[in-house]
């Protein structure tokens, strides 16, 4: 098979390496990828978001599989326009895509098919927004309605900051477009878990669960990032939580969005909040998670492939979904100043320690080769993820593969998977 992942992150680089082991895979493309996806596949230089390139490549080079992996090009509806040049493609169509897309649209869902979330209000109107603040109950959560990178959430403990964060959010419009709407809901507390899924329109398999870590720096302080890195399982998910989210929140995802004419196929990302009443939705995402899937799918022992082409068959029912049992930390090696200022062009020295080292994976977030050189091209750098017979030993060994590469201003959090020891 002839295969294109749409993408240049970890979460594509994840991908490629789990499509590369699979025996069907005679030949992979990425568009733009990156230095990493390089060594695996050949990496063309077409955009994510450059729709009519992308289908005209893929038609050109007569491709078996497209899959496609951040959230704008499945949001904008990619995956339409190549359907309609004929392609088979993985990832959800643009009608089912607004499941990650709108905030808005997602908690209507939840509220209309009793899914449990945080109770909310939409806003299209600052002033509105800011009149409903004056009655709300501290803390709340802002939400920009639109995809902004992971990054369009505001936590405000106090009346002036909730303002604050109106102001933000919808005038300034810090995160564009995606702040012309906006979400306030209820503040849950809570074991934050994620969990990603296989879907096919109307059966749902569960992957392994994880946690992500969203804030920059050590204690879960400073800014929200794409993530700073990840573990997998949680310990938190037991199977009484596992029982409870099938019986109220995973298949009835599928039913309401198949009940709205919006069948999902694709992976639906669970983030969940673990709360005193029961797992609650806090997000859903239409893709895999990164660095969630850093830390999932080198655990999976099915061919990708085959899973991917039953979610676009309608076929899912039919296959045996299975994880290593074992465990893997991610951590992420990011350029210091992330995710605000940062510079770039860094030379990557150590990358070759990980050839050929079993159960060590390095995955690039944001490299490019110069010449014979890589160097750091974002603020998200690599994801080095080890696998270990439990958490805490894939987290000693994670933290010792992060010593073997190195560029100047690197920067990682300290403490990625240390709520496992409190479980």
Same mark, same amino acid.
């Given at each position: ?17 789990? *499509? ?8 992979? !493309? ?22 009519? @390139?992308?289908?005209? +490549?893929?038609?050109?080079? @007569?491709?078996?599989? *497209? ?7 499945? =949001? ?43 109770? !909310?209000? $939409?806003?299209?109107?600052?002033? =509105? ?38 102001? %933000? ?17 209820? +503040? ?9 899924? +296989? ?14 870590? @969203? ?14 890195? %990840? ?24 039913? =309401? ?17 673990? %709360? ?7 997000? !859903? ?16 022992? $099915? ?7 039953? /979610?676009?068959?309608? %076929? ?17 090696? =990011? ?26 994976? /390095? ?35 994670? !933290? ?6 190195? +560029?100047? $201003? ?14």
């Amino acid at each position: 098979m002839k295969l294109l992942i749409v993408g240049g992150g970890g979460r594509e680089h994840a991908i490629a390496q789990c *499509v590369a082991k699979s025996p069907r895979a005679d030949k992979i !493309y990425c568009a733009p990828g990156n230095a990493g996806i390089g060594q695996i596949a050949e990496c063309v230089p077409i955009g994510a978001m450059e729709f009519e @390139k992308l289908t005209a +490549f893929a038609v050109e080079k @007569k491709i078996d599989l *497209v899959i496609v992996g951040p959230d704008d090009p499945l =949001a904008g509806g990619l995956v339409d326009v190549m359907e309609a040049a004929g392609l088979r493609v993985f990832g959800p169509r643009k009608n089912a895509a607004i499941l990650e897309g709108s905030k808005a649209f997602s908690k209507d869902l939840m509220k209309k098919y009793h899914i449990p979330t945080a109770a !909310y209000e $939409n806003f299209d109107d600052p002033e =509105a927004a800011l009149a409903y603040l004056e009655q709300a109950k501290m803390p709340v959560v802002l939400k920009a309605d639109g995809l902004a990178l992971g990054k369009g959430v505001l936590i405000c403990q106090n009346l002036e900051e909730a303002k604050a964060g109106v102001r %933000t959010i919808m005038q300034d419009r810090k995160f564009g477009d995606a702040g012309s709407r906006m979400v306030i809901e209820e +503040f849950m507390t809570g074991r934050e878990v994620s969990v990603l899924s +296989f879907v096919d329109g109307k059966t749902i398999k569960i992957m392994s669960s994880a946690q992500d870590h @969203k804030r920059a720096r050590d204690g879960d302080q400073g800014l929200n990032t794409g993530g700073m890195g %990840t573990f997998s399982p949680s310990p938190f998910y037991t199977k009484e939580v596992d029982a409870a989210c099938r019986r109220y929140i995973y298949q009835a995802t599928v039913d =309401a969005m198949a009940a709205e004419g919006r069948p999902f196929q694709g992976v639906i990302f669970f983030g969940l909040m673990l %709360t005193q009443d029961g797992p609650k939705v806090l997000e !859903y995402n239409a893709r895999f998670g990164d660095p969630e899937a850093q830390v999932v799918l080198p655990r999976m022992k $099915n061919d990708i492939i085959d899973v991917m082409e039953a /979610c676009i068959d309608g %076929t899912l029912d039919r296959i045996d979904l299975q994880f290593e049992d074992n465990a893997a930390v991610c951590v992420v090696l =990011a350029s210091q100043g992330y995710p605000e200022a940062y510079d770039k062009g860094l030379a990557i020295r150590g990358l070759e320690r990980f050839e050929g080292a079993d159960g060590y994976y /390095c995955f690039h977030a944001g490299t490019k080769r110069e010449g014979e050189k890589i160097v750091t091209n974002g603020g998200r750098v690599l994801g080095i993820t080890a696998k270990g017979a439990d958490l805490k030993e894939a987290r000693a060994n994670a !933290y010792r593969a992060t010593e073997w590469v190195d +560029f100047d $201003n690197k920067y990682m959090r300290h403490d990625i998977g240390r709520a496992i020891d409190e479980a």
